[in-house]
């Protein structure tokens, strides 16, 4: 029988971009968009940021969109039968190997923000004082039960979710979070708007210091969070793609999840930085911004404890929300090429996923001896991730769609109504992405 017939479907237009915004939307909008930003001058690499989204972020994703509802298979699948050259399906298995690294730390993140909720919920950060919060987060970290139990967590809430399907499981869970989440970013934004002293925090996220702009560093980073904060070159968002109707128009719904993502991180934004300057706090912390710094804040914040609930639950839910999408790739490949259950083919690569994560948990304890490239071992896997494998990933799209498809096969798969439009699409696959995504590789060689 033709697999392919009984492939489950989104319920809804709706629903598929409401998974995608899930997909899109999570630790990247909030714990790495705001160290980013606040290391790259602030509003000037949102300038950059928004640049990168438009230029490569909007056609790469609807190049990804195109390749798996054409296909109606997994990344794959999806690579090898469509066109004649099956070696095609490497990229497919670079996406899987992407998704299944990213997905392996990520759960370790994510474990941090699971962690921090409950203990926010329960109080038992309340005895911290001023100062106190760095060595909490690092001795956290460093205990090696600590750190794995909560990757644990992650990755069993994950394979929860996807073990029960892509309507029963991803479709449910995208349609009562995602609102959810809106709702409590609003809320923290309005709150920190009304904190005496935010406006210099307003002003770092938006008012640019233009000098910035002419750092080539400012926009390195601005394309690595557009690749990790939208989801492209991992299969994520082909997969999701792969379960969207006919009737569903590509070209609105990649607006609407860019402009979705984007804003999400801009209210991430408007959350943290006006609370970091009202306590005269520094936004340039690096990557222990939301976990030592924003900790800070809400210790000196009327109704600070408060905040902190709904800030760790917001981060947790969007992790999840996203952690899902990067299990739904491999998954998908096990479930059509060696015919196992749902069940099975998510539980095994759960498991393998947690195993793989154990490493970079350990990172922070027995395991921080270990030093690859002079950095710690999440990071590394980090930068290999997200520096190398997404971005080859991104070229194997922007390369597949635009060189080895057709016109008329592209403008088919995407459903292409506008002339100008398509050619546009086209043209940016064709000549602007593969060789802006070139650039950035090189200047991973380049000093
Ligand atoms: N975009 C998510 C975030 O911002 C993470 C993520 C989900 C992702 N799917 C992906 C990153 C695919 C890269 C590729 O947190």
Redesign the pocket.
């Known amino acids: 029988m033709d697999p392919s017939a009984t492939r489950e479907q989104w319920g809804s237009s709706t629903s598929f971009i409401l998974a995608t915004i899930g997909?899109?939307?999570?630790?990247?909008?909030i714990w790495r968009f705001s160290y980013v930003a606040g290391e790259n001058g602030g509003a000037a690499f949102l300038l950059a940021y928004v640049l990168c989204v438009l230029l490569l972020g909007v056609p790469l994703v609807l190049a990804e969109f195109s390749v798996g509802r054409c296909a109606r298979g997994d990344v794959v699948a999806a690579y090898a039968g469509g066109t004649s050259k099956s070696s095609w399906a490497a990229a497919g298995w670079l996406a899987v190997v992407a998704?299944f690294v990213?997905l392996s730390y990520y759960a370790v993140v994510a474990g941090w923000a699971y962690k921090y909720f409950v203990s926010y919920l329960f109080g038992t950060m309340s005895h911290l004082g001023r100062g106190d919060y760095g060595t909490y987060f690092g001795d956290f970290i460093a205990r090696s039960f600590d750190a794995v139990l909560w990757q644990f967590l992650v990755v069993a809430s994950t394979v929860g979710v996807v073990v029960a399907g892509v309507k029963r499981g991803i479709e449910a869970m995208n349609k009562v979070l995602m609102p959810m989440l809106a709702a409590i970013l609003l809320l923290l934004a309005g709150y920190s708007l009304s904190l005496k002293g935010g406006a210099a925090g307003l002003a770092f996220l938006f008012d640019p210091d233009w000098s910035a702009l002419m750092r080539p560093s400012v926009y390195l980073a601005a394309l690595g969070q557009a690749?990790?904060?939208?989801?492209?070159?991992?299969g994520?968002l082909l997969t999701y793609g792969s379960y969207a109707s006919l009737k569903t128009r590509l070209g609105p719904t990649v607006l609407v999840v860019a402009g979705g993502d984007t804003l999400f991180a801009i209210v991430a934004g408007i959350v943290i930085f006006p609370a970091v300057f009202a306590f005269g706090l520094d936004p340039a912390q690096g990557p222990t911004l939301a976990f030592v710094t924003l900790p800070e804040v809400f210790r000196l914040m009327p109704g600070g404890s408060l905040f902190a609930i709904a800030f760790f639950l917001l981060l947790s839910l969007a992790a999840l929300t996203?952690a899902v999408?990067?299990l739904e790739v491999p998954a998908a490949v096990l479930i059509r090429r060696l015919n196992w259950s749902r069940n099975k083919s998510t539980i095994i690569i759960g498991a393998a996923v947690f195993a793989a994560g154990i490493p970079s948990a350990l990172g922070f304890g027995v395991l921080s001896g270990v030093r690859p490239f002079d950095l710690g071992i999440l990071e590394a896997i980090d930068h290999f991730a997200s520096k190398l494998l997404?971005p080859a990933g991104g070229f194997l799209v922007a390369i597949f769609v635009g060189w080895v498809w057709t016109k008329e096969q592209a403008f088919d798969a995407a459903a292409v109504r506008t002339a100008w439009v398509g050619r546009t699409w086209r043209f940016l696959l064709r000549y602007v992405a593969p060789w802006l995504i070139l650039l950035t590789l090189a200047g991973l060689i380049l000093p």
């Open positions: 997909s899109a939307a999570g630790l990247g909008n998704a990213l690749f990790f904060s939208l989801g492209i070159g991992a994520a996203s999408s990067l997404l």
